[in-house]
């Protein structure tokens, strides 16, 4: 069982950054998946990025790519999504997830989620 805390959401203007961190239970986060999704009002949640267990591999949606980067701490248990030039289109309840195995872009691929953290990006 893997717990996930998401923290570091709020309101910033449009080109400003926020740093989210995703806090993760358990003495096996190293052998987790990581992933980022959000969920704009009224829409469907969507894929962000997403970290392979060690951390050399990555993916990010094309809407973020050059502008987010995820990372993660395995000895922390704790992943980020540093998130740069925001955009008032970035405004969304932004998850973390966990699951074993390979990479996915998946919704539905993820075993564990946070609560989500709410980001605000103002024109």
């Known amino acids: 069982q893997v717990q996930l805390v998401e923290s570091g959401g709020g309101l910033v203007q449009a080109g400003g950054s926020l740093r989210l961190s995703c806090a993760a239970s358990?003495?096996?986060?190293?052998?987790?998946?990581m992933g980022w999704f959000r969920q704009a009002p009224g829409k469907e949640r969507e894929f962000v990025a997403v970290?392979?267990?060690?951390?050399?591999?990555?993916y990010y949606a094309d809407s973020v790519k050059g502008r987010f980067t995820i990372s993660r701490d395995n000895a922390k248990n704790t992943v980020y999504l540093q998130m740069n030039s925001l955009k008032p289109e970035d405004t969304a309840v932004y998850y973390c997830?966990?699951?074993?195995?390979?990479?996915?872009?998946?919704?539905?691929?993820?075993?564990?989620w946070g609560q989500g953290t709410q980001v605000t990006v103002s024109s």
């Open positions: 997830a966990a699951k074993r195995g390979t990479t996915s872009t998946q919704n539905d691929g993820y075993d564990y």
């Open positions: 358990g003495r096996t986060f190293s052998s987790y998946v």
């Open positions: 970290i392979s267990w060690t951390g050399k591999s990555t």
